[in-house]
């Protein structure tokens, strides 16, 4: 079995400095274990340690588990596509919602990712999705599992909402020369739209087969950053491969 101190040098090496990267070799059993910190508005900020296990491959997905370290809650199964795409249900049809990775990469390309989804929750009437990612070049990212020569890819991301009309009902008690009565507020919510920009960026290893690093930033409409979200790589377990007859 593989681990990250066998891979050091490997990954520092001319390899990762191909001109085009091909779609890695996923199997049942590859691991990977990242710190993860969750920053919500100016004064939230959670930490823990995430497991994901590839659990089973097909010829177009990946199937595999997540969960907490050392959390007693049953572990989340999840699937993606064999790039990493999230695929689910948008308006009835299964829709890719996130491609982080598009394969071959190589410096310079770009792909996007757009959608329009009716009703995502009781407070919008739609959102209309715009991502566009870059792959910028190569750097040298530090992560708790190391030093490595990574693959950069951002996206610059842009949604719009159309408010759902609505009402909230707000009750109080009035006294007056006393008696005591119950007065109830009606406030309706007038249609409209929001909308917000999103950033994200990861930096993918090929010997690791995923990101060694991911961040991912929500902003308001006004340009306020209101979640961010990095993930990184504390180790990487490579499923030791069957020979084959």
Known sequence: MKTIAALASLILSSHCLAQSLEQPAIHAGDTWHY????????TGW????????????????????QKQSGSTQPVSEVFAGTDWSRLRDVNGKETVVARPL??????????????TEQHPNKNHKSEQWDNRFTVVGYETVDVPAGKFR??????????????????????GARTSE????????????????ASGRTYKA????????????????????????????TNEL?????????PQQ
């Open 234 to 242: 504390i180790s990487f377990n490579a499923a030791a491969e069957t």
């Open 35 to 42: 710190q993860s910190t969750a920053e919500r508005g100016p």
């Open 102 to 115: 598009s394969f071959p990469m190589s410096v310079g390309k770009t792909w996007s990712v757009q959608y």
């Open 178 to 193: 006393g008696n005591t009565s119950m007065v109830t507020e009606v406030n309706h919510t007038v249609p409209g739209s």
């Open 202 to 229: 990861l930096w993918y290893v090929p010997e690791v087969k995923r990101w060694v690093k991911s961040v991912e930033e929500y902003y308001s409409s006004g340009g306020v950053r209101n979640e961010r979200y």
């Open 150 to 171: 990574a693959l950069k890819i951002e996206c610059e991301g842009h949604w719009v909402a159309e408010l759902e009309p609505g009402q909230s009902v707000v009750q």
């Open 46 to 65: 959670t930490q823990t340690r995430d497991d994901v296990v590839v659990t089973r491959v097909t010829g177009s997905t990946i199937y595999f588990s």
